[in-house]
């Protein structure tokens, strides 16, 4: 069975820094994209940011880039998101995916295992 | 950026009842299109993607269908574990995705 497992959320003050990390388990890890995907108390879900298969090329959504940091351990199965000069509005569950085909192709971008999220709270 | 636009936003239903919601994109998307659907505190779950196939494991009363701009997911019979918030996505434009605002499906 595919698993997902976020840590590394919490309470960060306004300019702080968090590291989120995404164990992944019962997969070829390396063989998928995968994502970040975000979601603000009461509200919808938001893309934050994807990582090709490889680790050479990374996406971010323009509300986080330049701030936040996607990469990929394959010796480790682990996807982490490093978020720097964190913002009120960065406080959100954190969700890690795995991208739906391994051909890096459009849906690979869909994403059909999902973690449970880890919750980060930017507040003074 | 490609938005993507549900309707409605909240929607009242019995058990048995069939519905349909619908998500409009900005501009054409071919059949780059997935369906989730979420329940409070749970992470989403992928339903259909490819705009009408049904992903392993998601009952057949389920169905997508559409292409373009205008995408329908229609539940045939609604079930009581079926109230959920739904959410459609692009990968049109991959690897900048976007969702929909989402539909609250709620008992009436």
């Known amino acids: 069975e595919v698993q997902l497992l976020e840590s590394g959320g919490g309470l960060v003050q306004p300019g702080g820094s968090l590291r989120l990390s995404c164990a992944a388990s019962g997969l070829t890890f390396n063989s998928y994209v995968m994502t970040w995907v975000r979601q603000a108390p009461g509200k919808g879900l938001e893309w934050v940011s994807s990582i090709s298969t490889t680790g050479g090329t990374a996406y971010y959504a323009d509300s986080v880039r330049g701030r936040f940091a996607i990469s990929r351990d394959s010796s480790k199965n682990t996807l982490y998101l490093q978020m720097n000069s964190l913002r009120a509005e960065d406080t959100a569950v954190y969700y890690c995916?795995?991208?739906?085909?391994?051909?890096?192709?459009?849906?690979?971008?869909?994403?059909?295992?999902w973690g449970q999220g880890t919750t980060v709270t930017v507040s003074s | 950026d490609i938005q993507l636009t549900q309707s409605p936003s909240f929607l009242s239903a019995s058990v048995g009842d069939r519905v349909t919601i619908t998500c409009r994109a900005s501009q054409g998307i071919s059949s780059y299109l997935a369906w989730y659907q979420q329940k409070p505190g749970k992470a989403p779950k992928l339903l259909i993607y490819a705009a009408s196939t049904l992903q392993s494991r998601v009952p057949s009363r389920f169905s997508g269908g559409g292409s373009g701009t205008e995408f329908t997911l229609t539940i045939s019979s609604l079930q009581p574990e079926d109230f959920a918030t739904y959410y459609c996505q692009q990968v049109n434009s991959y690897p900048f995705i976007t969702f929909g605002q989402g539909t609250r499906l709620e008992i009436k």
């Open positions: 995916a795995k991208g739906l085909n391994v051909d890096g192709s459009a849906f690979s971008y869909a994403m059909d295992v």
